[in-house]
């Protein structure tokens, strides 16, 4: 059995090393898309094109040149331009030529619009900041720089995303709501607005797209720029296959999940309400005012060279687009939207009653086709994050109310536990009646022995105690929402706790030390609280299995867990560690006194200690037999 | 050896998840026990009997179960 457990440990191992190769990785993310390099037009060279295609010179098109942002202002027309209304939009273009940012900050949001496009540019968090691993410094930025922003706009497949905007209007004064208004001209010459609208404390920026142009037009709103990732990876085992970029959409009732690692696209359509894309910590959602028919297009690239510094081609993040077609409508001369960009807290997201919180915890991976575990998984995981907040409120401290989730969760499982401990000890007592039974009729005659072992627990009533393994295996959702919450709640980043005030951040990996080089899945840094809970573990397992054949779990066990925590979050390393704690208390003194059976008495000077709860033997009967 | 190693690896995998998520001994009301009796499934009957018999063995585990001795029959 030893051999085996070696073996299997290996094959373990193996399987967790090759599955953080590149070698998976490029046979499994490698087929995604690669990104085109987005090309931005000015105005004037799409006019002149428009000219061309209209029957004028052809060679207009050749004298044009892009103007950079912050170039000079271009004034001359094109010489042929024979249709007066193209050279009007022209003219009105050519007061914009220039790219100019306009900030609009509000006491949540930092948001930049760029009057090329009218895009936004710029998304900054003002409650959260890089980590200071990041390379990136100040406040969080959704959207990477230089990207290609988001609140894209085209109008029937016309692209307004390098036309230059007018600015109408600026309002970022004292008011409660602060509004920008940019326009600009179609090839027609019908004008299209743009309006934002901010307010303080929101994540909701209300995005209106009206005009001429959009009145019975196919209207596309999109966002481009998709999310920037707000967290360096880290370069450790399990560290950077979890927090894939998702994309969501809904109608407002349902919401369906995307993670775009092998498949490039996704073309939803029918009722919409909204469509998302979701990072570790942030959202960012296209919200319709109302329930609308439209024809959605979600679009994963691979990642550009992450600024956050993807380690060695390991990034398996995918960028994510997405556009909305709003199919023609005669009537409407304004479509409303607005857009949530923002934290993924949970009472953010649900105050807009739209289910954005069910973006937090969705369940993609192949377990929901066995265990149907998004059916169940989310509610469990809600309702830990809501305690954990709720703890928090009372205590303010995340420390203290990892703590008493902790605490929560072994009480909720006490009777579970402490039947399985009681059963153990009367297995104890019982262990040298069977070691007896045994030894009387042994190999040779199996089914007596069947049968008087049967008897023997009839008689003795013990294992009808015991809680049995199904329950065991149910309460693991409870543990892998615990694990998955402690990881992902955005509440925990960048918190630090009394209890372990070494850590200086509760969602990163804790670092006591870091060494200069890294030692394979064990990575760099050094962190004191797994290698406490290794300890614990090897305590835990060395009371537990008792069997000589076990030996090697004793060793193995602590091991995998020092090497597998070792590059986890802090908080989760601590729960973890406070379980482990809080098992062994409840092992050694919650236990309760041996129950002397007077038929088993006699037997208490048998050499008990050599019995695993596991064997109907007794370790050396067991070991023989083998 | 390589039924040997799959059942090492049934064993292990069953162990682990008491060691992870319970951190307790004995739960099972059988004996063997589900962990034993998996890997004895693993090594002596073919593999998708095993599986059945494994996940039916775990279902019948339960609080409600009467348990007793239960090896695995060939």
Not at chain 1, 69 to 75: H, I, R
Not at chain 1, 471 to 478: N, R
Request: charge should be positive; proline fraction near 5%.
């Amino acid at each position: 059995m030893n051999k085996n457990t070696v073996i299997a440990f290996l094959l373990i191992a193996l399987s967790v090393i090759f599955f953080n190769s590149s070698l998976w990785n490029n046979f499994w993310y490698g087929k995604v898309l690669k990104k085109p390099v987005p090309t931005y037009q000015s105005s004037r060279q799409r006019t002149a094109q428009a000219a061309s295609s209209e029957g004028g010179d052809a060679k207009d098109t050749t004298t044009i040149k892009i103007i950079p942002p912050g170039g000079k202002t271009a004034t001359a027309s094109p010489a042929n331009n024979a249709d007066s209304t193209i050279a009007e939009t022209d003219t009105a273009a050519a007061v914009q030529l220039v790219e100019d940012t306009l900030t609009v900050e509000t006491n949540r949001l930092i948001v930049a619009v760029s009057t090329r496009g009218g895009r936004i540019i710029s998304l900054k968090m003002k409650d959260y900041e890089y980590a200071s691993s990041a390379r990136k410094k100040g406040f969080v930025d959704l959207l990477p720089t230089g990207s290609v922003g988001g609140a894209q706009l085209s109008i029937n497949n016309e692209s307004f995303d390098s036309v230059f905007f007018a600015v109408v209007k600026v309002d970022t004064g004292n008011g409660a709501v602060q509004t920008v208004v940019l326009e600009a001209k179609s090839l027609s010459g019908k004008s299209v607005q743009k309006e934002f609208l901010f307010a303080d404390d929101t994540y909701k920026i209300g995005y209106t797209v009206r005009g001429d142009a959009v009145v019975n037009q196919k209207v596309t709103v999109g966002w481009v720029g998709g999310i920037e990732d707000s967290e360096a990876s880290q370069d450790v085992p399990f560290g950077g296959t979890i927090d894939k970029r998702r994309a969501h959409y809904s109608d407002g009732r349902s919401v369906n999940h995307f993670e775009m690692s092998k498949r490039g696209k996704e073309e939803p359509s029918g009722s919409y309400r909204w469509v998302g894309v979701s990072s570790k910590y942030f959202f960012v959602a296209l919200v319709a005012d109302s329930l609308r028919d439209a024809d959605i297009v979600i679009e994963g690239w691979n990642a550009a060279k992450s600024s956050q510094g993807a380690s060695k081609g390991k990034d398996k993040n995918i960028d994510i687009d997405y556009s909305v077609y709003y199919k023609a409508d005669a009537t409407a001369s304004e479509i409303r939207d607005w857009i949530y960009a923002g934290p993924g807290k949970v009472g953010e997201l649900s105050r807009h009653g739209l289910k954005f919180e069910k973006t937090l915890f969705p369940v993609l991976s192949w377990a929901r086709y066995i265990f149907w575990s998004d059916l169940w998984f989310p509610p469990i995981a809600e309702i830990i994050l809501k305690l954990l907040i709720y703890f928090h409120k009372l205590l303010k401290d995340y420390g203290l109310s990892i703590f008493l989730l902790t605490l929560l969760s072994k009480i909720v499982t006490y009777p579970l536990t402490q039947s399985s401990n009681r059963s153990m000890m009367r297995m104890r007592d019982l262990q040298p009646k069977i070691a007896a039974l045994r030894q009387k009729y042994g190999k040779g005659n199996q089914q007596k022995f069947s049968e008087e072992m049967m008897a023997l627990y009839k008689a003795e009533g013990i294992n009808p105690l015991n809680p049995g393994c199904l329950p065991m295996f149910l309460q693991m959702p409870i543990f892998i929402a615990l694990f998955v919450v402690l990881r992902k709640a955005v509440e925990l980043r960048a918190a630090t706790t009394y209890l372990i005030p070494w850590v200086k951040d509760l969602s990163q990996p804790e670092a006591l030390f870091t060494l200069p080089f890294s030692i394979p899945l064990y990575g760099t840094n050094v962190a004191l609280m797994p290698i406490i809970m290794a300890a614990l573990t090897f305590f835990q397992q060395k009371q537990a299995l008792q069997d000589p054949n076990q030996k090697a779990m004793i060793y193995m066990m602590p091991i995998i867990m020092l090497v597998m925590f070792n590059g986890f979050p802090a908080g989760v390393v601590f729960y973890w560690t406070l379980s482990s704690a809080l098992g062994l208390v409840q092992q050694k003194w919650l236990l309760p006194k041996p129950v002397a059976a007077p038929a088993v008495a006699e037997h208490h000077k048998a050499p008990v200690k050599k019995i695993g709860q596991h064997h109907g033997g007794s370790g050396k009967k067991s070991s023989k037999r083998r | 050896m390589g039924r040997e190693a799959v059942a090492g690896v049934t064993f292990a995998l069953i162990q682990s998840v008491k060691t992870l998520f319970l951190m307790q001994g004995a739960v099972c009301k059988f004996e063997p026990s589900c962990a034993v009796y998996a890997r004895e499934a693993v090594r002596v009957l073919p593999p998708h009997v095993a599986l059945i018999k494994i996940i039916w063995r775990v279902l019948r585990c339960n609080p409600f179960s009467k348990g007793g001795y239960d090896p695995v029959v060939r």
